[in-house]
């Protein structure tokens, strides 16, 4: 374990995970909620774009990823409500408008090529510099104070819209908070996981979380212990391995062996909170639910006949 | 008959609700709601006084549900007005007044909630930012779980219930927000018939105490002792406005308009059914 943390590399790289890990399934647990599981996927593909952007102007790629994945968000979000599509197919125009952009915009920039965007596409952990490394804090901190900060508010509306509506709540602002928000997260995430797999780490541990918990506090904080356990986990095996393992496919890969142990767990424990009073219950509810159905549709007119 | 009874309970109820000063509850005018420039409501109007139970009723595709929503201010209206407590819907800032009960529970994206987390959650409109709940935040949820008799499930999910206690869920939504005007889209709707009982007796509650009820029913079933008005709609017009004794047999020759003065003695309390 020592020797883990004797390269600065490495300490930079585990600070990264370890805010990934922590700060995408928070969002993510909104986004699947919202039925936007994908969003975090087609903000990735946008801020490819944003990537390819940079290296172009020679500004800092996370900075203009930042900005172009921020403003596509916001488009999904706009199509989705504006035009009829549907939330999926808004995503998709925006998977393949982004992925299309940065390989054109990558074409144009002197000196570099798709081989630029790979370290992008697949994440380079570690090549974290001390710069990146804070501004991945700034940015979990950022995403965290919005989720504090708007979380009552996120939990009506990602329960149902219309509930939000009638409370009086903003709608429409909520939903760019949620966007936007995730629009930070993917570009924090990108260098440790990469683009392609961004949406992973704020989905899986999500749903691994879900197949244990019954309340939504607790499933946030246990997806953000299997988003960290997963990341560290990831970021640890590639060291050891000798980089032979892809960081970000062994954070992706754990974070699926997590959901899998979950859903066995969560069927065991199920079935045995139910054994007792379950069956039970279940037994009386079957006559209770159906006699009042069919009584007075079905045996009153019948009565006077017979 | 039942309706009598629950006349005189109203009246004795009378002293709880504000001054005929305060403005009503609810005043439409001449309200229409287009979907794709198609009218699903076309012009109607009427006003709900405060503490009054009325009954919006229609069969599916009358229009009731999405003048219910524009009512709340989540459907834009094409052209009309409604006012909340005396201001335009889209001034209205005074949420925490609104309980409103959508027709079901929306389950999401599955992830779990408890019951108690849903319910809290009707307090959103009224809780400070980064306050913890105070103590009679608190025992509101308490109050507002036990009313529904949920207080032993609370720390279930709400995935696990049944659809009649779902329904009771979010009732007990509303009614932690502590509100006086409630919205109720369908509340019956898939509920066994002990729910029913349930859910019937915390709605007379709420009239008995002065709250506003608004329901949007396809048919009085078992709430009918306790509406004193019903609005029937057809088509997206208003062709009743009264009490709901004489619905059927007086409906044809009511003017939308005048129906507040027709309502006199007009309902002979003959007992007809009131859908088929």
């Known amino acids: ?306 | 008959m039942s309706v009598e009874v629950s006349r005189v309970e109203s009246s004795a109820s009378a002293h709880d609700t504000p001054p005929s000063s305060a403005p009503p509850a609810f005043r439409v005018a001449d309200a229409v709601v287009e979907y794709d420039r198609k009218p699903v409501v076309r012009g109607v109007s009427f006003e709900i006084p405060h503490g009054e139970v009325v009954a919006v009723l229609g069969a599916n595709g009358s229009g009731k549900s999405t003048l219910m929503r524009a009512m709340l201010g989540v459907v834009p209206l094409a052209s009309g007005s409604v006012e909340i407590h005396g201001r335009p819907v889209r001034g209205f800032r005074d949420w925490g007044r609104i309980g409103y009960v959508p027709q079901r529970l929306s389950v999401g994206g599955g992830v779990p909630a408890t019951v108690r987390e849903v319910v809290a959650s009707g307090q959103v409109a009224r809780r400070r930012r980064w306050r913890r709940a105070s103590a009679a935040d608190r025992a509101a949820v308490e109050h507002a779980l036990e009313s529904v008799g949920l207080t032993d499930r609370a720390r279930d999910s709400v995935h696990e219930l049944s659809g009649g206690q779902q329904q009771r869920v979010l009732i007990a939504r509303a009614l932690a927000g502590g509100p006086d005007t409630f919205v109720m889209d369908e509340p019956m709707a898939g509920v066994d018939a002990a729910n029913q009982q349930a859910l019937a007796r915390t709605i007379a509650d709420l009239a008995r105490s002065g709250a506003t009820v608004v329901l949007v029913l396809h048919e009085l079933g078992p709430l009918a002792p306790l509406i004193e008005r019903a609005v029937m709609l057809s088509d997206g017009v208003v062709v009743h406005d009264g009490p709901p004794g004489g619905l059927l047999s007086s409906s044809p020759h009511l003017h939308p308009h005048t129906s507040d003065a027709a309502s006199l003695p007009a309902a002979p309390a003959l007992e007809v059914p009131l859908r088929d």
């Open chain 1, 1 to 306: 374990m020592t020797d883990l943390f004797a390269y600065d590399f490495m300490q930079r790289a585990l600070i990264a995970a370890l805010l990934v890990g922590l700060v995408a399934p928070a969002i993510g647990t909104f986004m699947v909620q919202r039925r936007l599981a994908l969003l975090g996927d087609g903000i990735g593909h946008i801020a490819l774009t944003g990537v390819a952007l940079g290296i172009l102007t020679s500004t800092s790629p996370i900075f203009t990823a930042l900005i172009v994945s921020a403003a596509g968000a916001l488009l999904i979000e706009l199509v989705r409500v504006r035009t009829r599509t549907s939330g999926d197919v808004a995503l998709a125009l925006l998977f393949y408008g982004g992925i299309a952009g940065g390989v054109l915009l990558i074409g144009l920039a002197p000196g570099a090529n798709t081989a630029t965007l790979t370290s992008f596409l697949f994440g380079s952990v570690s090549t974290v510099s001390t710069e990146d490394v804070y501004a991945v804090i700034a940015l979990a901190v950022i995403v965290l104070g919005v989720l504090a900060f708007f979380g009552r508010e996120l939990f009506v509306l990602c329960q149902d819209e219309e509930v939000a509506r009638a409370h009086g709540l903003p709608v429409r602002l909520l939903s760019a908070v949620i966007a936007i928000t995730a629009a930070v997260t993917v570009v924090i995430a990108m260098r440790v996981v990469g683009v392609l797999l961004v949406s992973a780490l704020m989905v899986v541990p999500v749903a691994a979380a879900q197949q244990l918990t019954r309340s939504f506090r607790v499933t946030v904080a246990l997806a953000m212990g299997i988003g960290v356990v997963a990341s560290l986990g990831g970021v640890s095996a590639a060291f050891y391995s000798g980089a032979d393992i892809s960081p970000g496919a062994a954070i992706v890969l754990l974070a699926l062996a997590v959901f899998a142990v979950s859903v066995g767990v969560g069927q065991v424990v199920r079935r045995r909170r139910g054994r007792g009073p379950v069956p039970q219950k279940g037994a009386e509810a079957v006559p209770a639910g159906t006699i009042p159905q069919t009584k007075p549709g079905s045996l009153d007119p019948g009565s006077p006949s017979t």
